[in-house]
């Protein structure tokens, strides 16, 4: 896939300044080249890491890396299925399209031989609409949703910010005890 790369590259910095720099070099994630690798389980960003490196890469995006709803009898088709991956269902690292715990710390530890940035995306306003899925774990918190009222106004900033996106049980952000556990787990993430 990222055969054929030549040892020097280009990277466009956010700012528009060019800069060059060789494969071995490190370059700042902001002046750096993101590879979202959305989809991609945590084998194969490991299994990739050199490629991904060569081709003049920086940092890698994961897709959620969080426990998320097991959706359609377990279907791994990522391309088909990718919206269950936006339907938490407990904070913990690990779910049946990306991999294990395990397997993402395997990744981040290649990734680090490589000088390679990992940023994961992480939902933290929503959980699933299937209230049952949810983790005893989150529902334990007290006051930790705002429930699951459609949003209808879309010109209304109240609207949007306190109610559902279809149905997905809302998170209420501004309690302190929700904060500290989402706090927590993007903690795990950087392990």
């Given at each position: 896939?990222?055969?054929?790369?030549?040892?020097?590259?280009?990277?466009?910095?956010?700012?528009?300044?060019?800069?060059?720099?060789?494969?071995?070099?490190?370059?700042?994630?902001?002046d750096?080249?993101?590879?979202?690798?959305?989809?991609?389980?945590?084998?194969?960003?490991?299994?990739?890491?050199?490629?991904?490196?060569?081709?003049?890469?920086?940092?890698?995006?994961?897709?959620?890396?969080?426990?998320?709803?097991?959706?359609?009898?377990?279907d791994?088709k990522?391309?088909?299925?990718?919206?269950?991956?936006?339907?938490?269902?407990?904070?913990?690292?690990?779910?049946?399209?990306?991999?294990?715990?395990?397997?993402?710390?395997?990744?981040?530890?290649?990734?680090?031989?490589?000088?390679?940035?990992?940023?994961?995306?992480?939902?933290?306003?929503?959980?699933?609409?299937?209230?049952?899925?949810?983790?005893?774990?989150?529902?334990?918190?007290?006051?930790?949703?705002?429930?699951?009222?459609?949003?209808?106004?879309?010109?209304?900033?109240?609207?949007?910010?306190?109610?559902?996106?279809?149905?997905?049980?809302?998170?209420?952000?501004?309690?302190?005890?929700?904060?500290?556990?989402?706090?927590?787990?993007?903690?795990?993430?950087?392990?």
């Amino acid at each position: 896939m990222f055969a054929g790369i030549e040892q020097a590259f280009t990277i466009t910095s956010v700012n528009g300044e060019t800069i060059v720099a060789s494969s071995n070099q490190q370059v700042s994630m902001k002046d750096g080249t993101v590879l979202h690798a959305w989809c991609w389980s945590f084998n194969s960003i490991k299994e990739n890491m050199a490629a991904i490196k060569e081709a003049g890469y920086t940092s890698v995006q994961t897709s959620p890396i969080n426990a998320v709803v097991v959706g359609n009898g377990g279907d791994k088709k990522f391309t088909e299925q990718w919206y269950y991956h936006y339907q938490p269902t407990a904070y913990t690292i690990g779910n049946y399209q990306l991999g294990t715990e395990a397997e993402f710390i395997e990744m981040n530890r290649v990734a680090e031989q490589y000088g390679i940035k990992i940023i994961v995306d992480a939902v933290l306003n929503h959980t699933t609409s299937d209230y049952n899925a949810i983790s005893s774990e989150v529902k334990s918190i007290p006051k930790w949703t705002h429930g699951n009222t459609l949003i209808e106004n879309w010109g209304s900033r109240w609207d949007v910010t306190q109610n559902s996106l279809l149905q997905l049980w809302e998170w209420n952000t501004q309690n302190p005890e929700v904060q500290q556990y989402l706090l927590k787990f993007l903690k795990k993430c950087s392990c």
